[in-house]
């Protein structure tokens, strides 16, 4: 149990689909990312947010759309995804926007699979 | 352009030592972690180098060489337990986090 958990952990969906991630951390912590996975390559940093502001986007496509209401909830919100996009997309989180030896919690991820 | 390598697969034995390498061309250094990720699990934190030299924890030890760009994590008395990726990622000179693909650790037994 690292603290971070996140919903759901299995995602089918179609191109033409809408749906949400959402990820919740226990551990009082300023800073949320997103983070996507792919098989074999390396994590791919998409989005973090500091004390619920957004501070970086890594040219993301808008496809993808987070949101961070207070600084333990956030979500990233699908729409008119591409198979391209299937992979473990996980989210963490740390004390503070990465610096230092500011170590991060991940959660488990949610696995996603775009039709 | 920014760059972590390590291996993508490696084999050991239980019970046995088994060394994870990772080399790294990024622009400028502000540490290295390690991190372990069993399959369908969330990667965990293992280690931090910032100083060259070797950092112990139980029967995992991270080494460091900021000169020739170079980390490796020993695992000792290997468990079938430890079977999972290890993930080495650097924080360049903006503190941004470059990581390597992982290397999938195999424990046979």
């Known amino acids: 149990e690292t603290g971070v958990t996140q919903t759901p952990r299995h995602l089918v969906m179609g191109m033409t689909n809408k749906k949400s991630l959402k990820c919740e951390q226990h551990?009082?912590?300023?800073?949320m990312y997103w983070y996507k996975q792919s098989a074999k390559k390396p994590l791919e940093l998409m989005f973090v947010?500091?004390?619920?502001?957004?501070?970086e986007n890594n040219s993301v496509p808008s496809r993808f759309s987070p949101e961070c209401p207070n600084s333990s909830h956030l979500f990233l919100h699908l729409h008119t995804l591409q198979p391209e996009d299937s992979a473990l997309y996980l989210c963490a989180s740390s004390k503070s926007p990465q610096g230092g030896a500011e170590k991060l919690f991940f959660g488990s991820g949610t696995q996603l699979s775009v039709l | 352009g920014q760059n972590i390598d390590q291996p993508t697969e490696m084999t050991a034995t239980e019970g046995a030592i088994v060394q994870i390498n990772c080399t790294y061309q990024t622009s400028g250094f502000n540490g290295l972690f390690w991190y372990q990720q069993h399959a369908g699990e969330a990667p965990t934190f293992l280690s931090y180098?910032?100083l060259d030299g070797l950092e112990e924890k139980g029967r995992f030890s991270s080494f460091l060489s900021r000169s020739k760009g170079y980390s490796y994590l020993l695992l000792k008395e290997l468990q079938m337990k430890d079977s999972a990726s290890y993930l080495c990622?650097?924080?360049?000179?903006?503190?941004?986090?470059?990581w390597g693909a992982g290397t999938k650790l195999i424990i046979k037994p």
């Open positions: 947010y500091s004390l619920e502001e957004r501070v």
């Open positions: 551990l009082g912590h300023n800073a």
């Open positions: 990622a650097v924080q360049d000179s903006n503190y941004q986090l470059i």
């Open positions: 180098n910032v």
